[in-house]
């Protein structure tokens, strides 16, 4: 099962070469793989299993703790030219990149096993996977591999066929030389996760962590795959994907790009609380969209796991998430209970007695028990609502949201595409522990896509706005979306989760024509008689606090709206220039 194309040999010889690693290993899907990945990291103290009673089949994975959440100050975009990185990238040329991380990686993995994770995103064989191969000194990250993507002796064998994989090569950055190995082993003064998006490699050192690390996620369906969407006419998107039924017993597909643990598996994952609504999850974090012979925009979702965020999760709010990590999950830097079960925040109202915080120590009460960025893994064939459709389905409308305590509404729908494409590129929420830096602070995260756009921003809203260049009107309609206002206690006006099919029953009421609108300068809300709020415990002036938009408040965000498009200068459309100034003028009416 090695490979034999000289494209392929010749790649892993010289990484091994200048790696040298003591050993290694071809990942393939068979059990005994998984069972040897697991009991590696169960000898090194990386996972503890949990108590099979409780949670059969799953593991505590304990981060070193100044690895925890991507690091979007250490990932860069390595384009010949800076601008195509654009200004919201970090950038660095790529030669230069080249010969600092060649020196990281020079003996990075003596004493250690080399894995070799041949894999696809997106179904083998369709025209739209892209293949990889990830080679790492990580078998955490070999074992997270087998459940995000897709790995089968297919892949391999299709790599091996033609040679055309993208090379992402990733390293903890902790050679054992003169030195025991520890339970997480990383570099943080030394990580870099950079990216070359005109030769499509990734190079990554240092971290051990999810988007850092798993290097089919973020890196390549992503960063490396949005800027083969722009040369090819697709989208590579932040988005989860939804497929709705309603009581009527039409079916919808919905597509929604919010920012990092800003509720995309949650909305994936839906309990509609509205009788005769059913919805089921297509993907919850990446989709890839093209259009379609029909005109439409068709998405798949090319992961095969979910890594999703585990402190909010319960089975009130999220029961689907629940049942789908009851079994056959890694958990990472959760808390661990006196009986061998995870525990997080928001898990259940009190925390159980004799909790391990994820630090490994026991809890006191004081900070959080599990990380704020804790997370599960776990296939998507564990979830007990998964839709069958793998192979792309046509969107309906497409969301944007975010985290807003103030200003942008509940629900509002764009005019028009140009007009959803506006919305989209003056998107911001508060930044949360998905990431390093603070959280809680207003940021523009354009499409949801800040951290994750391989190339020039500006030039990526040129591509949003050339895919109406054609049938505009086959297009999904594009909507805002906010679960996240705060009234005068502080806390969440709306009850979110389950209860956000009000907001998607509306959306498809608009789209059938069943709905009105009133116009604001964010686009079209809801007419109180038409948004259904019965059975739920809000105040006398719901719609207000949902809906009303603070005529000083959209003063400054024109000013904040501003500055954002000065950085794009000459890389910003034209045709957002003057949605800019449609909005300024709408404002000031
Ligand atoms: P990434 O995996 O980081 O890309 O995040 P995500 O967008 O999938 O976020 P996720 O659904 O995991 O939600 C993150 C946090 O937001 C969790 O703590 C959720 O409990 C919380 N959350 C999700 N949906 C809602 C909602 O409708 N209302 C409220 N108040 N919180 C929500
Ligand atoms: C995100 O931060 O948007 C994630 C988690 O989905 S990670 O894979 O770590 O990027
Ligand atoms: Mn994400």
Redesign the pocket.
Same mark, same amino acid.
């Given at each position: 099962m090695r490979f034999t194309n000289p494209k392929v040999v010749g790649w892993l010889e010289e990484w091994t070469a200048l790696m040298q690693p003591e050993r290694s290993v071809m990942v393939d899907a068979s059990a005994a793989m998984r069972e040897q990945l697991i009991a590696t990291l169960v000898e090194l103290g990386t996972i503890k299993a949990l108590n099979p009673q409780l949670r059969p089949g799953s593991y505590l994975a304990s981060s070193d703790p100044r690895d925890v959440a991507r690091l979007e100050s250490r990932t860069i975009i390595c384009s010949e030219r800076e601008a195509d990185a654009g200004p919201t990238n970090n950038w660095r040329a790529p030669s230069e990149m080249r010969e600092m991380m060649r020196k990281l990686y020079e003996g990075c993995m003596r004493g250690r096993t080399m894995y070799i994770i041949p894999f696809s995103m997106g179904e083998v064989g369709s025209p739209f996977a892209i293949y990889g191969i990830e080679i790492t000194d990580s078998a955490y990250v070999a074992l997270s591999m087998l459940t995000m993507a897709t790995i089968d002796d297919r892949v391999r064998a299709a790599i091996d066929a033609d040679g055309v994989f993208v090379p992402a090569v990733h390293s903890v950055g902790y050679p054992l030389v003169g030195r025991e190995d520890v339970a997480w082993p990383c570099n943080p003064e030394d990580t870099y996760i950079a990216h070359f998006p005109e030769t499509r490699e990734i190079w990554s050192y240092g971290s051990g962590y999810g988007g850092n690390a798993l290097l089919g996620k973020k890196c390549l369906a992503l960063r490396i795959a949005s800027v083969a969407a722009r040369d090819e006419g697709w989208l590579a998107e932040h988005m989860l994907i939804l497929k709705l039924t309603s009581p009527r017993n039409e079916v919808y597909y919905v597509a929604g790009a919010?920012p990092?643990?800003? =509720?995309?598996?949650?909305?994936a994952m839906l309990v509609p609380t509205r009788p005769g609504w059913r919805a089921e999850t297509v993907g919850?974090?990446i989709a890839w969209l093209r259009r379609g012979p029909d005109g439409r925009l068709w998405a798949v979702n090319p992961e095969m796991g979910f890594?999703?965020?585990a402190?909010?999760?319960s089975v009130k709010?999220n029961p689907v998430a629940m049942e789908t990590v009851a079994r056959n999950t890694i958990f990472t830097n959760c808390a661990l209970t006196a009986d061998g079960d995870v525990w997080w925040e =928001?898990m259940t109202k009190e925390p159980p007695e004799g909790l391990t915080d994820w630090q490994g120590r026991p809890y006191t009460g004081e900070g959080p028990a599990a990380h704020p960025n804790a997370r599960f893994t776990v296939s998507i064939e564990e979830s007990p609502n998964i839709a069958p459709e793998r192979d792309g389905v046509p969107i309906s409308a497409i969301l944007f949201g975010g985290r807003r305590s103030t200003l942008v509404p509940l629900v509002t729908e764009a005019r028009s595409w140009e007009h959803g494409v506006f919305l989209g590129s003056i998107m911001a929420s508060e930044t949360t522990a998905?990431a390093e830096g603070a959280v809680g602070r207003v940021r523009r995260d354009p499409f949801a896509m800040l951290p994750f756009c391989g190339y020039n921003m500006g030039d990526y809203f040129g591509h949003w706005l050339s895919m109406a260049e054609t049938d505009p009107q086959a297009l999904p309609r594009i909507y805002l979306v906010n679960?996240?206002r705060r009234g005068a206690d502080g806390g969440?006006v709306w009850p =979110?989760?389950g209860e956000?099919v009000r907001v998607l029953s509306w959306i498809i009421d608009r789209l059938e024509g069943r709905a009105a609108g009133s116009e604001t300068p964010l686009g079209l809300i809801p007419k109180p008689e038409d948004f259904e709020v019965e059975g739920l415990d809000l105040s006398e002036n719901w719609f207000d606090l949902l809906f009303s938009m603070d005529k000083e408040e959209l003063i400054a965000e024109v000013d904040l709206i501003r500055e954002h498009y000065a950085r794009f200068a000459e890389h910003l459309p034209k045709q957002l220039a003057a949605q800019f100034n449609e909005f300024e003028e709408s404002v000031h009416r």
């Open positions: 919010f990092s643990a800003c =509720g995309k598996t949650n909305l919850d974090d890594f999703g965020v402190p909010g999760t709010t =928001g998905a679960w996240f969440f =979110g989760y956000n």
